[in-house]
């Protein structure tokens, strides 16, 4: 099972890992395109007015921008320690056994505006790039991302059940033809059904958080269900791949 999440503009600093690598991340097929971005990220950080204006920050961002400049030489740390936010925190990766992180590093991938698609424990540095930038001279991160991420992302499913949690900015990078994805909705006292954000990242972590614990390996949405169901979360099946996961 391969369980890919989105990523979050928060990041944690520092870290234990040397410079960036980009030969040790998964998917060497994505080494090309990453290095490009992290080449016209970490330039553009040269012109602190540009970036603003690119990355779509304000003017209190220097912190983020200091990252950019940096990304080829601050320390690393792996991907799932890097994220942090409301589905990172739903997920507690920090509480996991040393069992199940090897479980979460087998089965969790994150998805990425600078490195597409990045595995768990890959060793990553802070960086600031949504999905929906434009770097300046460059075509649109979808046009760099469609032509190589979603064959790389079939060779890493291997033919597993893939369950895509990332938004619809980062499907949109690389989709996965079959997935299933989770769409978390509020049923309010009237039986009305809405997104909220809030809890849609809460409980796609616990999603997560489950897929990572569960001993089962479901090779499809009903047993993605059944997993779901037993670590307390409410679900419904509107299709072959689409879960609803109800608060």
């Known amino acids: 099972m391969l369980v890919l999440l989105p990523p979050s503009e928060t990041k944690s600093d520092g870290g234990s890992g040397g410079p960036l690598d980009l030969d040790a991340l998964a998917m060497p097929q994505l080494t090309a395109v990453r290095d490009k971005l992290v080449t016209e990220l970490s330039q553009l950080a040269g012109d602190p007015d540009a970036s603003r204006s690119a990355l779509g920050l304000g003017k209190g961002a220097d912190t983020e921008i200091a990252r950019n400049a940096a990304l080829r030489s601050s320390p690393t740390r792996a991907a799932l320690d890097r994220y942090t936010g409301v589905l990172y925190d739903a997920l507690d990766a920090p509480g996991f056994t040393k069992a199940q992180r090897a479980k979460a590093d087998a089965r969790l991938a994150i998805g990425s505006a600078l490195f597409g698609v990045i595995r768990a424990g890959d060793p990553i540095p802070a960086y600031r790039l949504s999905g929906g930038s434009k770097l300046p001279g460059l075509p649109t991160l979808q046009s760099l991302w469609k032509q190589v ?94 879960l609803l996961v109800l608060t």
Do not use: W
């Open 149 to 242: 991420l979603p064959e790389a992302l079939r060779e890493e499913a291997g033919g597993q059940l893939t369950v895509d949690l990332r938004s619809g900015t980062y499907q949109n990078l690389g989709r996965v033809h079959g997935a299933v994805t989770a769409t978390v909705l509020t049923e309010r006292p009237d039986g009305s059904r809405t997104v909220v954000s809030h809890f849609n990242k809460h409980h796609k972590g616990l999603l997560a958080r489950a897929l990572v614990l569960s001993r089962a390996e479901p090779t499809d949405i009903n047993g993605l269900a059944r997993v779901a169901e037993k670590f307390g979360l409410r679900c419904e099946i509107a299709s072959p791949t689409e």
